[in-house]
């Protein structure tokens, strides 16, 4: 069977088409299309995302990705009900607008070729986009011996963990208060000038930053020194440049009793640094080793919050394998700090990141969650039952 698969909840409009080579809970796939158009230059003035445009670009965008990837799976429009045994459609959550457009188009496709409807949590779909790897083709790993699992979901409108028993089987344990991580990224980004999505130019400047620390590391015992209380020195050491500024943030939460997050205190604390930086130097973000030295110390809050609870969880769980999605899970730094902390607290786990190319919306993802809901029976009988769900929980 193949499945059409549809996204568009946020910025990016995605389609891709999967033929299910083998059926069951071992499925294997194979991407025959995939296409992701992306809005970013269209939202980059905006700073973020405007709701308004992503749904006129969605709207203008839909036929014309179907038609290229319609074109790579050799796939004629006049023999679809023949070829798709499925509609997989994103139905939330996201931006009601944008989720609103690929509902419409799905639904029309739907009534006049008679296929039959799949809605997917967008979640879901993050969480599924684990399993393709390099090539065309991949298989899901349904081994009952993976679970407990546990998902860290960090996108720019979600972070939370998710505790799995098995296969569609969710308990949330944790979330954000406030601020998603990487709407966090985004903003911070914003207020040091950097353009959207903020997340990988923070990495980028955060990453410039380590290299430069390189040479001042091995003077960290002298900083140990000078800052005796401190339990990371190399956080408080002098900016390389700008009249030997010292930057430090909190890590919001990061001790809390619970598995929830918050990062629009974080948020601030950059805000207030920034406007008391400028206050002794209104040009100060002219300095790129300023910039640099605010990206790494708010990437190294972030990832060191998301890490030390993503431990606790799978410490407190007994969880078997770990599966980080979403956008900011194309965070190098959260990789290796996941991984090394994995290592040092001699965790036996497998853990499971998305491939770069699949770490951001797409439909492939889409696609496969959209196969199992279609095997759980979740086809919907009533067309006008469908709704945008902006809010919709896992
Ligand atoms: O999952 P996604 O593509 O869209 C949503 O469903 O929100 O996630 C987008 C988010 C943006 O906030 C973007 O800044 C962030 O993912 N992101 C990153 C990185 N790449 C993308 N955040 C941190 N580091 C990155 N390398
Ligand atoms: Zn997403």
Redesign the pocket.
Known sequence: MKILAIET??D?TGIAILEVKKEGSEAKFKILGNKVSSQIDIHKEYGGVFPALAKREHIKNLPLVLEKVFKDAKIKIENLKKEIGAIAITTGP?LEPALWTGIVFAKEISQKYNIPIVPVN?MEG?IFSIFPKKGKTFKIDSDKKIFPALSLLV????TELILMKNWFKYKKIGQTRDD????A??KVARMLGLPY????E??RLANEERINLIPLLLTKEKAGKRFPNSKNPSSILPLASGGGTQIQLPRPMIYSKDYDFSFSGLKTAVLYLIRDLKEKNPNILNDIKVKQKIAREFEDAVIETLVHKTIKAIKEYKIKTLIVG???S???Y?QKIMLKKIKENKLKIKTYFPSKSL???NAIMIGIAGYFGYKNKKIVKNLNSIKAQGNLSL
């Open positions: 909840s946020c990016d996201g967008h993050h996108s720019g409108g979600h998603a991580a990487g709407e990224f985004d999505p903020g997340g990988p923070i990495s979403g956008g900011v194309a965070n190098d959260l770490t951001g919306d």
